[in-house]
């Protein structure tokens, strides 16, 4: 047994030193480096519309405080808050980390002997009495045909990385590891978008059906004045029929506006990921829309690179790509693998774990699969050519994110115009409809115009809540386009602790989660 335990740490002490030794060895392939990347000096002047503190933007670099509560808005940051905890594609991100995570530790692994066996058995053999080898010898030396064999040993089997080829994978998986995270902050910044789209569509419509309601009493009360004048022959059917018209169309509206409030709220609940219908009594306090910050932080167009997950993502794809370039490569070399074993072997139980009964051995050796170069040949060009397809995408995301931020700002920035134009003729349109009320109370004015002028406030009023809309929907895509998606306090972890909980349940996660 002394001398097991001796051939054993030799053993150890032998993989410890070409451990060692393996960062100095030779790593065939290309060493991944950032891309070049379009480069943009400044934000454009979009639709002739200068960046500047006018506009409230500012190019100065945003601070680290989450940009929905900007608005103010206590609901909208709750439902923000909610959302992190509960929403499942959120939690399949977080999962794909967590699988990452795990297999960067199966690269790594590799690295040591990947067949590492402890076995042991019983076996029972017998041997032919006619048989011609033994036939003579059993004449001379009597011998029983029937035996048993007690063996327990130790294996081990190892590929020694002399190329790099289990590094390059290592690299692969630690690059992968970082695109999984990158994919779970993009996630992050589609989640808290939708909720804050989906919460101002809300919004919207909420006020959309109160203007109906609103107007619709307003010519509730023009028709109540038609009837009585008609009563009094100071008016014709004429007048009661036109009202009737206008009353009754904007009370159509409401029907259709509740409907889609209905779906935007369903909407909501599928990104909190429960059940429709729990909304409704959260929503129905004060129905008006966040504000617009008076001051918008954009920094500059390099701060893009930096901040937006989908860039990051398509980077370290890139780089995971480039890895598998080595790992093809090395197939052109030989491939130097050590083996051996140690146990103890024995006809009888009480001689197994003697010193004569151990046996051992170590086989150094070596394949080079010298007939496949062009199979290997055309693997690496393979895998070339997919990691340009990744520095290509690399570079198109970036196009992609500029014309994103671009066509926001711009987007914003006219919608806000749009509001301040509409703003002052929802004004107007408001005195002219008090106005000519009190003009057809008197006679002076035909009910045509009374008519012309209540329709005209409600399309007025309408158009108004929608251009706030964009404005507010448009900020909420120049914030998805620079990348704003910070985690908040209480969010800890890639999976929810409910989820993490399940898991460690089932499985042995360890600290992966």
């Not at 076995?119 to 030396?141: D, H, L, M, V, Y």
């Not at 029983?144 to 007690?150: L, W």
């Not at 059917?237 to 036109?242: G, K, P, Q, S, W």
């Not at 599928?270 to 932080?297: H, N």
Request: charge should be negative; glycine fraction near 6%.
């Amino acid at each position: 047994m002394i001398g097991a335990a001796k051939t054993m740490v030799r053993l150890r002490n032998f993989a410890a030193v070409l451990v060692l030794l393996l960062p100095a060895a030779c790593m065939v392939g290309p060493d991944f480096e950032r891309p070049d990347a379009p480069i943009l000096d400044s934000w454009t002047k979009g639709a002739n519309l200068e960046i500047d503190a006018r506009t409230g933007f500012t190019t100065r670099s945003a601070t680290s405080v989450p940009w929905w509560t900007l608005f103010n808005d206590k609901t909208l940051n709750g439902l923000i808050a909610e959302a992190y905890e509960q929403n499942l594609e959120l939690e399949i991100a977080g999962a794909r980390v967590a699988q990452a995570r795990a297999q960067l530790g199966i690269a790594t692994g590799e690295l040591f002997p990947q067949k590492q066996e402890l076995a042991g058995q019983i076996k029972k053999e017998s041997i032919s009495a006619n048989n011609p080898i033994w036939r003579p010898i059993r004449e001379f030396i009597p011998f029983d045909t029937h035996f048993t064999r007690k063996q327990v040993g130790f294996d081990a089997g190892w590929e020694i990385d002399v190329w790099g080829k289990i590094r390059r994978n290592i690299e692969s998986a630690d690059a992968n590891l970082f695109a999984n995270i990158a994919s779970y902050d993009d996630a992050l910044v589609t989640i808290t978008g939708d909720v804050a789209a989906t919460y101002v569509v809300i919004r919207q419509l909420q006020q959309l059906i109160s203007i109906a309601r609103r107007n619709a009493a307003l010519q509730k009360q023009s028709l109540d004045i038609a009837k009585l004048r008609l009563s009094d022959g100071a008016a014709t059917e004429l007048d009661v029929d036109e009202a009737n018209v206008l009353y009754n169309d904007t009370l159509a509206k409401i029907p259709a506006y509740e409907a889609d409030l209905a779906q935007a709220e369903n909407a909501m609940s599928v990104l909190l990921s429960e059940p429709p219908g729990q909304l409704r009594k959260r929503l129905s306090g004060s129905t008006a829309l966040p504000r617009v910050p008076a001051e918008i932080a954009i920094g500059i167009p390099a701060d893009l690179l930096r901040r937006r997950p989908d860039i990051r993502k398509a980077e370290f794809i890139a780089a995971a790509q480039s890895a598998q370039i080595g790992v093809a490569t090395a197939d052109f070399f030989p491939a130097f693998s050590i083996s051996g074993a140690i146990g103890l072997e024995a006809t009888d139980f009480g001689d197994l774990f003697s010193t004569s009964s151990l046996v051992k051995f170590i086989a150094p050796g070596f394949s080079w699969e010298i007939l496949n170069y062009g199979r290997i040949a055309n693997n690496v060009r393979v895998q070339d050519a997919k990691f340009q397809q990744a520095l290509l995408n690399y570079q198109n995301t970036v196009l992609n994110a500029y014309a994103e931020t671009e066509n926001a700002l711009v987007a914003f920035l006219k919608s806000k115009q749009e509001a301040l134009y509409l703003s002052r003729s929802v004004r107007s349109a408001k005195r002219a409809a008090e106005l000519v009320v009190e003009q057809y109370k008197g006679g002076i004015a035909d009910y045509n115009r009374v008519v012309d002028i209540q329709r005209n406030l409600l399309l007025a009023e309408e158009q108004l809540i929608v251009a706030r809309t964009d404005e507010l929907t448009n900020l909420i895509a120049v914030y998805k386009s620079l990348g704003g998606g910070w985690i908040p306090e209480n969010v800890d972890g890639f999976v929810s602790a409910e989820i993490a909980d399940i898991m460690q349940d089932r499985t042995n996660w360890g600290d992966l989660l």
